[in-house]
């Protein structure tokens, strides 16, 4: 492919990731205030993205089966658990700070503890700023009075858990680099084998009483899209115009997936929540340009 051609090719890769995860933000949130529990959502995921991956299995090698698990634990179980937990309680502009926003201060703070990677001096910087930010958005849930400070604090603190849940996975896939389409594979059949019989068996489920069509959306966009395209999309873009290029636009995800869940979500935002979103994005730009990203959480 020449230059120029493959140059578009990967700013539309970008781009197209951007809008899926952004759109990660409004659907899960859609999703969370829904007829369908968290748990429905992470099986859904799981189910459809093992069906996806058993296209994909033939083509792809493995990470070893205690690395896999891992990746699992962390990069699947782990994270949609609390993430989809998280977005029945508190609004999209809280996941957009807690989730894509605070993952590199979560990154940072788990790499210094476990493995002793003191951040430069612009990435504490940076830190610093992501580290305003969800205090502002603490700040903002507590401007609700106590009816809604309790729930939003659990929200709140549900997806900082899926946050550093992720975190973790990006720092095992450092340890043990695998391709991103094996880990995916690894992570979703992994998943799938530990959690949907559970789900079956044992959890809570409103899957007989929710609409079709929000089935049908939320299976498709959180087991296809979200799962698949945008990491096939993703690793193309980086290949295209390198890590520190795509790791700046995925900065202005959680800006984007706020502003828009005003019009279509309903859900407004204050002042203290911009000026968190203002922060998180201002320190995911520093330090993206201090170092090369791993992209938002998905």
Known sequence: MPQQKASRAGWLGVLV?????????LVSRHGGKSALTGWDITGLRFGVGALVSLFFLPRVS?????VSALFAVFGGIGYAIAVYAGFRL?????ASVLLPGSLPFATAVIAWLWLGQKPSRPQRIALALV???????????????????????????????????WATFTLLLRRHPA????????????????????????????????PVTEI??????????????AMILYAF???????????????????????????????PLSLLSLAGLAAVTFGAVLGARA????????
Request: include cysteine; aromatic fraction near 8%.
């Open 237 to 267: 873009a980086v290949r295209q115009l390198g890590p520190q290029t795509v790791a700046l636009l995925m900065a202005f995800v959680p800006g984007l997936s706020a502003l828009a869940a005003v019009p279509i979500l309903g859900e």
């Open 291 to 298: 170092t090369s990203g791993t992209g938002p959480a998905r």
């Open 131 to 165: 580290f305003a930010g969800i205090l502002l958005t603490a700040a903002d849930t507590f401007s609700h009075g106590p009816r809604l400070t309790g729930r939003q604090l659990l929200g709140d603190a549900l997806f900082l858990c899926g946050s550093s849940s």
């Open 90 to 94: 508190a609004p999209a502009a809280h």
């Open 62 to 66: 493995l990470p070893p089966l205690r």
């Open 17 to 25: 990731t951007i809008c899926i995860w952004t759109g990660f933000i």
């Open 216 to 229: 049908a959306l939320q299976a498709a966009y959180q087991g296809v899209l979200v799962v698949f395209v």
């Open 179 to 210: 391709p991103p389409l094996a880990a995916t594979v690894a992570i979703t059949l992994g998943s799938a084998a530990a959690y949907l019989p559970l789900w079956l068996l044992f959890l809570p489920s409103t899957l007989a009483q929710a």
